[in-house]
């Protein structure tokens, strides 16, 4: 039992109440009040900075509408433990004085994060608290504790291999077991007694991501989406049952894992895991456990391998701070033109470049806010090493989009795949090479982009390979039915060779 009287538990990227180590600390309290800002700095336009700046929104629809899914699912929770959470829209630091003060806090406990952006508002919230009350930080958000690295964060080094292995051979490197749920203090008396409004979830139309009043109406409906992505920690713990125990699909992870169709090819964890709906230490147990029960495999191994891959951007983050989000990368690499121009960008972004594996996949992205890996990583690498269009344009897009957006991963992927990031080698894809291998009979190209029906797979692929007289036969005129592609890729690859 600590000596702390009254603490406020900030939920930020953490919306659980399992193995979450600011809830833990601040539950020690005598009385606690969670609470969650809806802070407009995160929604709406915004100027990302640096050479040829441009505006990007930064929120669309369906990572708010997970977000205040998760958000209610945890206030739920804490209902049903006996506790409350406060929800504000209102600038974090104003919020957090105003809530800490109204309850007379001595401590606010959040968790800590490796961006720059996160930890500029943890500043602001920090330097606006009352007299008398301070801010706490703990980590939680990765598989490995940093503390329990074989290497000083400083010194992670930048490609994967390497923190990999150092992490996989360091004898006393080991992701920590989860920690139960806490038994949660009541909440203070301001917010008993209804001194204090416990504050209503805003709507779409209040964060300006949609017209509409109700976040049901935003959440997407089209058939193809390979799963609903409802937020919330219960979910999240759903989709684990589901994916590991139920469907057994662990078992063969590796082989589905680049597939592009369908709710089972990969877990699709990733929006758990990035709001904290999910802890990765809970995964990794679970992994352990089926390990134990049913089988170890290499897929079993590999899921964790995929854990090691996003912890790695996380300290990369940690490391190297905001050079990750500069257009020179961590690489300094100042001698890529970026000549791409925003008709590409644009016709990238609506899923309608004439290059239909890119344009299947940025479809499913815009209607259902997910992509699959193996579909990010020919986007990616289509925008910015075909087209040359800047990638921290494609980045920011996608930050918008993504339903399981976080900042490490999404940049550190956009710069790795745009060959100024975590990698040594200067590589691209081939994207109808890889359209024909991943999609070799073009079922996902034709699911996105179903004008293309009636083409034989290896047109669906490269649609601009049919003679005039081929485009009449199978009723595909280019520039009228689909559009012929926006640049000439095979030049585009001589380039890069
Ligand atoms: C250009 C680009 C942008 C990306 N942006 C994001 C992003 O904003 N948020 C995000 O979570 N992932 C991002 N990724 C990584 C990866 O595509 C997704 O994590 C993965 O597709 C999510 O699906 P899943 O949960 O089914 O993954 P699985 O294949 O089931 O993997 C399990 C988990 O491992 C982690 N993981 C797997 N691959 C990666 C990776 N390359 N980098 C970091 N973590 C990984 C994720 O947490 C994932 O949930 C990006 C990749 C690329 C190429």
């Known amino acids: 039992m600590s000596d702390i009287e009254t603490a406020v538990w900030w939920a930020r990227g953490d919306l659980r109440v399992h193995d979450n ?84 806090a001595d401590v606010v406990y959040c968790e800590r994060y490796p961006t720059p952006e996160e930890q500029a508002t943890r500043e602001r919230v920090r330097a606006a608290l009352p007299e008398g009350t301070r801010l706490e930080t703990r980590w939680g958000s990765t598989l490995y504790h940093p503390d329990d690295l074989p290497m000083a964060v400083d010194d992670v080094p930048d490609t994967f ?60 409906t089209d058939e193809r989406a390979v799963l609903p992505f409802d937020g919330g920690e219960s979910r999240g713990i759903e989709r684990v049952r589901e994916y590991v125990w139920q469907r057994d699909r662990l078992r063969q992870y590796k082989e589905t894992r680049n597939g592009l169709l369908g709710a089972d090819y990969s877990s699709k964890f990733s929006p758990w895991l990035n709001h904290g ?27 964790g391998f995929e854990l090691r891959w996003r912890d790695f951007f996380q300290f990369q983050f940690a490391k190297h701070g905001s050079q990750h989000f500069r257009r ?52 990616a690498s289509f925008l910015a090493n075909n087209c040359r269009v800047d990638w921290r344009r494609g980045a920011a897009y996608f930050e918008r989009t993504l339903v399981d957006y976080d900042p490490a991963a999404n940049y550190g992927n956009w710069a790795y795949q ?66 012929e592609p926006v640049i000439n890729l095979g030049a585009s690859y001589e380039k890069l060779r």
Request: proline residues 7%.
């Open 418 to 483: 745009s060959q100024v990031g975590n990698d040594s080698r200067d590589s691209y894809f081939n994207v109808v090479k890889q359209a024909k291998r991943y999609d070799a009979d073009a079922d996902y190209v034709k699911r996105w982009c179903p004008e293309l029906d009636a083409l034989p797979p290896e047109y669906a692929h490269e649609p601009w390979a049919m003679t005039p007289s081929e485009q009449d036969a199978h009723g595909v005129v280019l520039g009228e039915d689909y559009p």
């Open 277 to 303: 709906c999910l802890s990765p230490r809970y995964v990794h147990r679970e992994v352990e456990a089926y390990e134990r029960e049913r089988v170890a495999n290499d897929s079993t191994y590999w899921l």
């Open 161 to 220: 291999t390497p923190f990999r292995q150092d992490v996989e051979h360091a004898p006393d490197c080991e992701p920590r077991d989860p920690l139960d749920e806490p038994t949660l203090p009541g909440v203070p008396t301001a917010l008993a007694d209804g001194d204090l409004d416990a504050g209503a979830l805003p709507a779409p139309s209040d964060l300006g991501v949609a017209d509409a009043s109700d976040w049901s109406a935003v959440a997407p």
């Open 21 to 104: 180590y600011a809830l833990t600390h601040a539950a020690r309290a005598s009385e606690l009040l969670p609470v969650y800002v809806f802070d407009p700095e995160g929604y709406g336009e915004r100027e990302y900075g640096g050479p040829e700046s441009f505006a990007f929104e930064k929120t669309g629809t369906h990572r708010a509408r997970f977000v205040a899914e998760s958000v209610r699912d945890l206030r739920r929770s804490l209902r049903d433990a006996g506790s409350d959470l406060a929800v504000a829209h209102e600038d974090s630091a104003r919020a957090i004085a105003r809530l800490a003060d109204a309850v007379d």
């Open 328 to 379: 020179e990368g961590i690489r300094e690499r100042d001698d890529i033109a970026w000549t791409g121009s925003d008709r590409l960008l644009d016709a990238w972004e609506r899923g309608e470049t004439g290059v239909p594996f890119v344009d299947a996949n940025m479809r499913e992205l815009n209607a259902t806010g997910f992509m699959s890996n193996r579909g990010r990583q020919n986007v």
